[in-house]
C-alpha cells in the first residue's frame, strides 16, 4: 500500500479524483528537482526583486504605537509588492515552475480578485494563458479586480455554483484541471488544496519571515514578541510565521473573519467554529454541518470567506504552537479606517482583521514589547465595499 | 465479501445511478423499483454531498436539489433499510470522503453491512489515501471500490492489484456528464487491469446513448451511466420513475448485445 504524503499531523494528504493524481505527482517531483537548482532559484529571486519589488518594507508604524500606547508596531509591507498584495511571491514561483514543467496555460481561483489579478499578471509576463475563476458574488463585490484580470489578457469565468463564493471558485478550477492536464498548471492560492500545494505555496510566501525575521533582528537587534496575519486559506500567514516557528517565544497569531460573530451562522472563522474534515484535497478544519456538508460561510472579506483552513494552520493549532483569534467585520472595518487615518496606508480587508486585533492586543503589552503585522495587500480594491458598509454609495 | 459479483453473473452489467432524495426519496424509490425490474445490474446510490468536485453541471443540480429537500446520511440509511425488505438487487454508494469521514468511518460501514449495500464509491480517494477506510470496510465486508482513470498510467497495476468488489474505470477526462464521444484507449486500460486482477471493471464517465454503452460493455464487463438518468429527473421531476424504466431496458439490451 502506497503512503499517504503531505501530511501535518493528522491534516493535509491528497484527497483527489485519481484523475489528477499523476498530475500532482509530476508537480511535486518537478517541484523537488527545481526547489534545489541554483538557475531556479536565482531566475526566481531576479523576478521576486527586480519585477515585484522585494524586499518589502518592515516599517515601524510610530504614530499606531503612540496611539494605541504599549506594544512596538512593525508593518511588514506586502500591500507595497507589485500587484498589491502578498500573493505575488506564490504566482511568480508557480509560474515560473509551471513553464519549466512545459506548461502553457495557468488556471486559478480567486476569491478577492487579488491572486486572479496576480496570475494574470505573471501569466501576461511570461506568455502564458491564463483563466481564472472567481466566484460571481466576488465578481460584484470586486469588480475592479475583474476589470484588472482581463485587461492583463485573463479570461474571468463567474463561478455560479454552491455560494458563488471563494469554495465554488475553487470547486471549478478543480474540475477545469480534471478535464484538461496536459498543458494546464493549476495555480492554487493558498496553502491548501492536495499535497504538494501547501508546501509549495508556504515555501514561496516564507520570503515574507525571512526578510521580517532579518529585518526586525536589524532595526531592534532582537526577535519579535508577537506575529499577526489574517488567515483564509492562510498564505500570507504562514509565509509569516514560517521562520519564526522555532522560536518558541515569538508569539504566532492567525486572525479568522468571524463575519457577523462566531456565535453567529453568518461567519468564517473555521478553526473557531469548525471540525475536521475532508474536502478540496486536503483533511484539515472545515466548517461543516454533523453530516459533513460544507456551511456557507460570510465575511464581508471576500479574500477570507472561505471554510476551510490550509492543514499546516490546523497542526499549528493542534500543537498550540499558533494561537487563531476571530475578528469580527465591524472590528475589521474599524481598523481599516483607524490604519487609514494614523498611517495613511489604506490595508485590504483581510489584512485590516490582523490590524484590528493588535488594537486589542498592543495596548496590553509593555512598551519594549514588539509586534510584526503583516500588511498583506493594499486596500483600495476595498473602498467601495467598505463606503458600503458605511451607508455611503460611491461609484467606482 | 459482498454480492457485488452478482451483478456481473447475469452477462455484461448495466449499472445505473442515483442520488438518493432528488427531488425526493418516494421518487427515488419508484425510480430504483423500475430500474431493478428493467434489468438494472448494479445500482449506484448517490449521498448527495453539497461541493461535489467530481460532477458535472447534472449531477451538482441533483446533489443541490436532494440537499435542498432536507436529506441526511441518517434518512438515507432508513430508506435502504425499508427499501431492502423486497429490493434485493445490488446496491453500491457514490458520494465523497468527507460524508463517510463525518458520519465516522466505522458507524457508516456498520450501517452499510447492516442495510445491505456491498460497496462504496469515493471519487475523492486516490489508491494513496484508501488506508484510513479500507481496513474498516474489510472489516465489515464493504468493498471500497477503486477508480481507474486516462491518466492513470503507471498506476494502473498497483491500483488493480488491491481492488475489490469491481473496478470503475473512467473513460475520460474531467468531470461526470454527457459526451458525444470516449475517445481513451479503454482496451487498453482494461488489458493490463485483467493482467493484474480477476475482478470485473465497469466503465463510467460520459456514457448515455445505447450505443456508447454497447461498446463500453464490448471492452470491459459493463456501463455506468449517471447524468443522462439525472437528466430525467431533471425534466419529468416525480413522473421521471417510468422513463428511467424504459431508459434502463434499453441500455441494458444494449450491453447485452456487447
Not at chain 1, 500500500?1 to 503531505?6: D, F, N, P, V
Not at chain 1, 519589488?53 to 511588514?76: C, D, Q, V
Not at chain 1, 483564509?232 to 518558541?248: R, V, W
Request: with cysteine; net charge negative.
Amino acid at each position: 500500500m502506497a503512503e499517504s504524503k503531505g501530511r501535518f499531523g493528522v491534516h493535509g494528504g491528497q484527497y483527489i479524483p485519481e484523475t489528477l493524481m499523476n498530475a500532482v505527482i509530476e508537480l511535486e517531483n518537478a517541484y523537488n528537482h527545481y526547489r534545489n537548482d541554483p538557475d531556479f532559484n536565482r531566475e526566481l529571486t531576479d523576478l521576486l526583486n527586480n519585477y515585484a519589488g522585494r524586499p518589502s518594507l518592515l516599517y515601524y508604524a510610530e504614530k499606531l504605537t503612540n496611539e494605541l500606547g504599549g506594544a512596538k508596531i512593525y508593518l511588514k509591507r506586502e500591500d507595497l509588492n507589485h500587484t498589491g498584495s502578498h500573493k505575488i511571491n506564490n504566482v511568480l514561483g508557480q509560474a515560473l515552475l509551471a513553464k519549466k514543467m512545459g506548461k502553457t496555460r495557468l488556471i486559478a481561483e480567486t476569491g478577492a480578485g487579488q491572486h486572479g489579478v496576480a496570475t494574470a499578471t505573471a501569466a501576461a509576463l511570461m506568455g502564458m494563458e491564463c483563466v481564472v475563476f472567481m466566484g460571481e458574488e466576488d465578481t460584484k463585490r470586486q469588480a475592479l479586480n475583474v476589470y484588472r484580470m482581463k485587461l492583463l489578457g485573463a479570461d474571468v469565468i463567474p463561478v455560479k455554483s454552491g455560494t458563488a463564493t471563494l469554495k465554488d471558485a475553487v470547486s471549478e478550477a478543480m474540475r477545469e484541471w480534471t478535464s484538461r492536464i496536459d498543458d494546464t498548471h493549476y495555480c492554487l492560492g493558498s496553502v491548501m488544496g492536495p499535497h504538494p500545494f501547501p508546501t509549495i505555496v508556504r515555501d514561496f510566501q516564507a520570503v515574507i519571515s525571512r526578510e521580517a525575521r532579518a529585518q526586525i533582528l536589524e532595526k531592534e537587534g532582537r526577535l519579535p514578541d508577537a506575529v499577526i496575519a489574517c488567515v483564509g486559506g492562510g498564505s500570507n500567514a504562514i509565509g509569516s510565521f514560517y521562520h519564526f516557528i522555532p522560536d518558541e517565544n515569538v508569539k504566532l497569531i492567525g486572525c479568522e473573519a468571524a463575519g457577523r460573530g462566531i456565535d453567529t451562522f453568518e461567519t468564517a472563522a473555521t478553526v473557531n467554529t469548525g471540525r475536521i474534515g475532508i474536502f478540496h484535497g486536503m483533511k484539515s478544519y472545515f466548517c461543516q454541518d454533523k453530516y459533513g456538508q460544507i456551511a456557507p460561510v460570510y465575511s464581508i472579506s471576500a479574500g477570507l470567506d472561505y471554510p476551510g483552513v490550509g492543514p499546516e494552520h490546523a497542526y499549528l493549532h493542534d500543537i498550540k504552537r499558533a494561537e487563531y483569534v476571530p475578528v469580527t467585520d465591524d472590528e475589521a472595518v474599524n481598523a481599516f479606517e483607524f490604519l487609514s487615518r494614523t498611517e495613511g496606508i489604506i490595508p485590504a480587508i483581510e489584512s485590516a482583521h490582523a490590524v484590528a486585533y493588535a488594537m486589542k492586543l498592543a495596548p496590553t503589552m509593555d512598551r519594549d514589547k514588539i509586534i510584526i503585522i503583516t500588511i498583506s495587500g493594499r486596500g483600495d480594491k476595498d473602498c467601495a465595499a467598505i463606503a458600503r458598509y458605511r451607508g455611503e454609495n460611491i461609484n467606482e | 465479501m459482498s454480492d457485488i459479483r452478482k451483478a456481473f453473473e447475469n452477462g455484461k452489467a448495466f449499472i445505473p445511478f442515483i442520488t438518493c432524495g432528488d427531488p425526493d426519496l418516494e421518487t427515488t424509490a419508484k425510480a430504483i423499483r423500475e430500474m431493478a425490474e428493467n434489468g438494472a445490474d448494479l445500482i449506484e446510490l448517490g449521498i448527495p454531498f453539497s461541493d461535489p468536485t467530481a460532477e458535472g453541471p447534472v449531477i451538482q443540480g441533483a446533489n443541490i436539489r436532494a440537499l435542498a429537500g432536507g436529506i441526511t446520511t441518517d434518512k438515507i440509511f432508513d430508506f435502504v433499510a425499508e427499501l431492502r425488505r423486497d429490493v434485493k438487487i445490488p446496491f453500491v454508494f457514490m458520494t465523497y470522503a468527507n460524508v463517510v469521514y463525518s458520519y465516522d468511518a466505522e458507524r457508516f460501514m456498520a450501517r452499510c453491512c447492516e442495510t445491505g449495500v456491498g460497496g462504496i464509491i469515493l471519487p475523492d480517494l486516490p489508491f494513496e489515501e484508501k488506508g484510513e477506510f479500507s481496513a474498516v470496510a474489510k472489516q465489515y465486508g464493504i468493498d471500497l471500490i477503486s477508480l481507474i482513470a486516462p491518466t492513470s498510467a503507471g498506476r494502473i497495476k498497483m491500483i488493480a492489484k488491491e481492488a475489490d468488489g469491481f473496478i470503475y474505470v473512467v473513460s475520460s477526462l474531467g468531470v461526470t456528464g454527457m459526451r458525444s464521444e470516449i475517445n481513451t484507449d479503454i482496451g487498453e486500460i482494461v488489458k493490463i487491469i485483467r493482467e493484474n486482477t480477476d475482478i470485473p471493471c465497469a466503465v463510467g464517465f460520459g456514457i448515455s446513448k445505447p450505443e456508447q454503452a454497447k461498446k463500453m460493455a464490448g471492452l470491459s464487463d459493463g456501463a455506468i451511466v449517471g447524468s443522462a438518468i439525472i437528466k430525467l429527473l431533471e425534466k419529468y421531476g416525480k413522473d421521471a420513475p417510468s422513463y428511467i424504466g424504459e431508459y434502463v431496458k434499453s441500455m441494458k439490451q444494449a450491453v447485452s448485445e456487447a
